[in-house]
């Protein structure tokens, strides 16, 4: 799976960073999420902070 951050949408909250920072962190005020495939360890979490995104700026593929 991966996973992309939409920085149109984000609102710099930083709520995803703080359920999976394997995955997402902040790049000055707007969350990135990290480039390629999510390790599967990290996936459930990953699609927590997707779902706990109040503005739903996270995308996520399989
Ligand atoms: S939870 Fe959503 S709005 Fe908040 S920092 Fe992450 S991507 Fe941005």
């Known amino acids: 799976m991966k ?3 939409d920085p149109n ?3 710099g909250c ?6 999976c920072p394997e ?7 707007l969350a ?3 480039p390629g495939e ?4 990290d996936v459930p979490q990953a699609v927590n902070a997707a779902q706990a995104c109040p503005v739903g700026a ?4 399989a």
């Not at 930083?14 to 359920?19: K, N």
């Not at 995955?23 to 005020?29: A, Q």
């Not at 996270?58 to 593929?61: A, E, N, S, V």
């Open 32 to 34: 990135v999420a990290i």
């Open 14 to 19: 930083t709520q995803c960073t703080g359920i």
């Open 58 to 61: 996270i995308q996520t593929d």
């Open 38 to 41: 999510i390790p599967p360890e």
């Open 23 to 29: 995955v997402f962190s902040m790049d000055g005020t």
């Open 9 to 11: 949408l984000c609102i």
């Open 3 to 5: 996973a992309s951050v």
